[in-house]
């Protein structure tokens, strides 16, 4: 294992305006080869305009087993949702 | 002449790319890593579309019905156009870099100057390849670099493949008569203007890659041997029978 290049998430923004977004992950030994990667393994059909790669171990994520401590007590708090609007057509998504 | 200038032109630019693109899809599946794999089918699937490109014009400008189909398919070796450096086997991975990047060393001034060709469908075609081919330089000097300044085993496989390859560019940067009809025509640049650049962009990538450019001028090594006129490799022969059985095999087949 120790000769496997390291991971990379790779996140794409599909055009402008938009959030990039996580379309996956590849391996390459450094930033610059991650990205060059991105483009030939994501972005094939012309999926992007832009490209970040971030090292998959510089990631923190939550525990799964927390899910129940972070998640459920704002389930169950619908004032918190904004369900009781009628948005305008013109206002797009939202 | 000038119809024969730009048949030839065409020819020569539209037999580098497909055959270069042949050598190099012959990676498909077998490169080191996944991610090399495709970018490295990617860089084959651009130089056959450029070659589909310049051999329709030039069945085209040449008026007698041939189609792309038909010029990539049904010549014989004596009648391709394409460089020496592009049909030579694929060997290891690094040789099949370092003819790569030595080629878009090459092709990437070669295409940037087609750009400004007295003839507008080259001059579009060029304009489409130079997008393309900026992305293949910057990926092959990259990798060239990387390798040749990396371990010891890599740096020898690149000095190897540069040693082997680099006086097959002696005929990408001497102007043969038909080079020099296709300048006078105003089809395409003076060659030796490519040359400088080629030679530039070799150099300065040699040096941050730590490799040592052979001291003999390429252009003398192989005065003689020249692939833009027909007379190729025997590797080449294989070539051909491998891209080429299914047509010999069975006219006119199609899918």
Known sequence: MKNEWPLWEVFIRGQHGQSHRHVGSLHAPDAEMAIKHARDVYTRRNEGVSIWVVKAADIVASAPGDKQALFEPSNAKVYRHPTFYDIPDEAGRM | ?255
């Not at chain 2, 092709?107 to 507008?120: V, Y």
């Not at chain 2, 390429?218 to 080429?244: P, S």
Request: net charge negative.
């Open chain 2, 1 to 255: 002449m000038s119809d024969a200038a730009l048949f030839e032109l065409c020819l020569r630019m539209g037999d580098n790319a497909l055959i270069l693109g042949q050598r190099v899809s012959a990676w498909c599946g077998h490169t080191p890593v996944l991610e090399e794999d495709i970018a490295m089918a990617n860089v084959g699937l651009d130089l056959i579309g450029q070659a589909k490109l310049w051999l329709a014009l030039a069945g085209e400008v040449e008026g007698k019905g041939r189609s792309a189909d038909d010029l990539a398919f049904l010549r014989d070796t004596r009648d391709f156009r394409n460089v020496l450096l592009v049909e030579q086997p694929n060997g290891d991975y690094g040789q099949t870099l370092m003819r790569q990047f030595l080629f878009d060393a090459w092709h990437l001034p070669m295409l940037k100057a087609l750009c400004a060709s007295a003839e507008p469908r080259v001059a579009a075609i060029a304009a489409k390849g130079v997008k393309e081919v900026d992305y293949h330089l910057d990926r092959s000097s990259d990798l060239v670099i990387r390798l040749g300044d990396g371990a010891p085993e890599s740096h020898a496989k690149m000095q190897a493949a540069l040693d082997l390859l680099h006086p097959f560019t002696g005929e990408m940067t001497a102007a043969d008569p038909i080079d020099e009809a296709i300048a006078a025509a105003g089809l395409g640049p003076a060659l030796c203007d490519v040359a400088a650049r080629f030679e530039a962009t070799v150099a300065a990538v040699a040096a941050d890659a730590t490799l040592a450019l052979p001291s003999a001028p390429a252009r003398i090594v192989l005065a003689n041997w020249r692939g833009k006129a027909g007379r190729h490799t025997e590797e080449f022969g294989r070539l051909l029978a491998e891209m080429q059985w299914l047509q010999r095999a069975y006219p006119e087949a199609s899918w």
